[in-house]
């Protein structure tokens, strides 16, 4: 009984943690440029930490870089392509939240193990602040933080030994309308906000992580 009980706190205890990369693509989705919801658009990467409490869940921890674009130009509508606005803004995000699988997701099987899964949390996303004067792309010289929800289905496998392969996409509704230069952030160039006020700024990651997993094993004793 002694035995059976210190080896159940250990395994109640036991922890395993990934750690690893983000590598894809993003996509702007706001006043300016294309509304297509996923069309992978410009490079994005970063790092992912997870600690798995169970089968089923892990809290989660990314950084991700990359330059938000949108070119009106690109645009189905006629009104933006004959406006022709375009911008570049380099983000860098930091999200927490918890990862949920559609099925037990044992890291100690020894047999592969696929799932299904859904992310959600919290994001803030550092970026530069700017406005349109006539057309013109002009700086303020600031920049700002974003925050918002992250909404992220994806699929992931365990492959080599240690090692968990995932594909995602990953939308970031922010509580934002800055992003894009539509709604300058210092208050005295208001006159230059231009689109719809009432709708925030998405944007969306589309890519794989490839994390190791590392961490006191479950220890399994039948006394």
């Known amino acids: 009984m002694i035995l059976f009980s210190v080896c159940f706190a250990h395994k109640a205890q ?3 943690y990934e750690v690893g990369f983000f590598l894809g693509s993003s996509n702007f989705i706001g006043d300016v440029g294309a509304t297509k919801y996923i069309a992978p658009k410009s490079p994005a990467f970063g790092g992912v930490f997870k600690w798995n409490r169970s089968p089923r869940h892990s809290f989660r921890f990314t950084a991700i870089f990359t330059q938000l674009k949108g070119m009106d130009s690109q645009s189905s509508d006629p009104r933006r392509i004959e406006r022709d606005y375009e911008f ?11 990862e949920f699988t559609f099925f037990d997701f044992n ?22 602040n700017f406005f349109f004067d006539n057309g013109v792309l002009t700086s303020e010289n600031t920049s700002s933080w974003a925050w918002g ?21 990953g939308a970031r509704y922010t509580f934002s309308d800055e992003l894009d230069g539509s709604m300058p952030d210092a208050d005295f160039r208001k006159q230059y906000s ?4 009432n709708s925030n700024d998405w944007y969306v990651f589309t890519g794989i992580t490839l994390t190791y997993t590392f961490g006191q094993r479950p220890c399994y004793c039948y006394y």
Do not use: R
């Open 14 to 16: 036991s922890q395993i």
């Open 88 to 98: 570049e803004n380099n983000i860098m995000e930091f999200s927490a939240g918890m």
């Open 107 to 128: 890291l100690h099987s020894e047999t592969p193990k696929s799932t299904p899964y859904l992310y959600s949390g919290v994001t803030t996303a550092k970026h530069d």
């Open 149 to 169: 929800i992250p909404m992220v289905l994806g699929f992931k496998t365990t492959t080599a030994d240690g090692i968990i392969l995932a594909f995602e996409v």
């Open 194 to 197: 231009f689109g719809n006020t």
